[in-house]
C-alpha cells in the first residue's frame, strides 16, 4: 500500500494574485505556510476488475473514465494509470475540505504523489505543482490560483514569484527561528463553522480581472504590494507590523466581493481585535473557513473566541511538502 500526505496552508500574504487571469498581466507575488494538518491519500492494488475510489462517497467503476471525482479521473487519466490495473484509492483530511486552508490543492498533490509512486516515478515538487495545476486549472478549468499547489508540494514558509508567462519561483522566507517560534506562537485559527467552494468565490475576482475591472487590479497591486511590505516585515522580525499589514490586508479584501464576508464574521472579527489581537484575516477565498489572528495575548482572545462559540483549531509549521509515507 502506498501512502502519501501534503499540509494544508495559511496564506501570510498576497493571496489572489496567484490567479491566472492577474499574474498573466501583472505577475503575482505571495507568502504562503505549511501547517501540520494534513490530507491523506492511500492507493493499493485490487484484485477486483474495478476502480474503488473511497472519499465523502463510494466509486466502483470498471473504467477510469466512469469516476466521478473529476480531480481524481483526471488525475489518472494523465498519468495513463489505466494501463497498470485496476486500483483502490482512498483520501482523508485532518480538516474538512472547503475551509480556506487549500485542501484541493493539497489533495490533488497528494494523488498524484501517489500515483507517481505507484508508477515508480520520481518527480521534484516544482513539476509535481505544475502537473497539479495542470489538471485543476486548464483541465477542469477551475477559477483557482497556483498557491494552494505550490505550498502543499514544497512546505516550509515560502514566498511564490508567479510571472506572466506560467513560470513559478519559490524560495524560503528568509526569517531567524526565534521568528518562526514566536509567529508559531502567536497566530491562532478559529474555525467559523462555515464551509464554502473557492472557486465560486474566486470566479467573481477571475471574472473582473479579465474584464480589466480597474477596482479589482489595483485591489490587487495593493495587496500584492502589502505582501512585499509583510515580507520586509516578516524578515526584520516585526511581528507586531505583520499583523498591521493582515489587518490592512482584510479590509481591502473585503472590497473584492460582497461573498468575501458576513456580518457574523464581521463581528466575530471586530470582537477578536478588541480582545487583543493585533490584526488578523480569514484565511482563503472568503465566505467561511478559519479566522486567523495575531496575538501577544492569547489567553484573552481564546476566551473571547471560545465565548463566541468558536473553535481553535491548534497547529505547527511543517517544512516538509508532499511525502510517501509508505510504499
Known sequence: MIITRSPLRITLGGGGTDLPSYYEKHSGFLIAAAINKYVYITVNPTFQRQYIIK????ERVSAIAEIEHPIIREAMLALKIEENGYLEITSMADIPAG???????????????????YKKNLIHPAELAEQACEIEINRLKEAVGKQDQYIAA?????????????TVTAWPLKVSQETINNLEDNLLLFFTGYSRSASKILKEQDDKSRALDPATIDNLHFVKDLAIRS????????LQGFA?????????KKKRSANMSNQEINRWYDHGVANGALGGKLIGAGGGGFLMFYSEDKAR??????????????????FEGTSVLAV
Open 55 to 58: 472519499y465523502s462517497q463510494l
Open 99 to 117: 475551509t480556506g486552508l487549500g485542501s484541493s490543492g493539497s489533495f490533488t498533490t497528494a494523488l498524484l504523489k501517489a500515483l507517481h509512486a
Open 154 to 166: 514544497y512546505g516550509g514558509i515560502t514566498c511564490f514569484q508567479y510571472c506572466p508567462k506560467g
Open 231 to 238: 515580507q520586509e516585515a516578516l524578515e526584520s522580525g516585526d
Open 244 to 252: 498591521r499589514l493582515m489587518h490592512i490586508h482584510w479590509e481591502h
Open 301 to 318: 482572545l481564546r476566551r473571547a473566541m471560545r465565548d463566541c462559540g468558536l473553535q481553535e483549531v491548534r497547529f505547527v509549521f511543517t
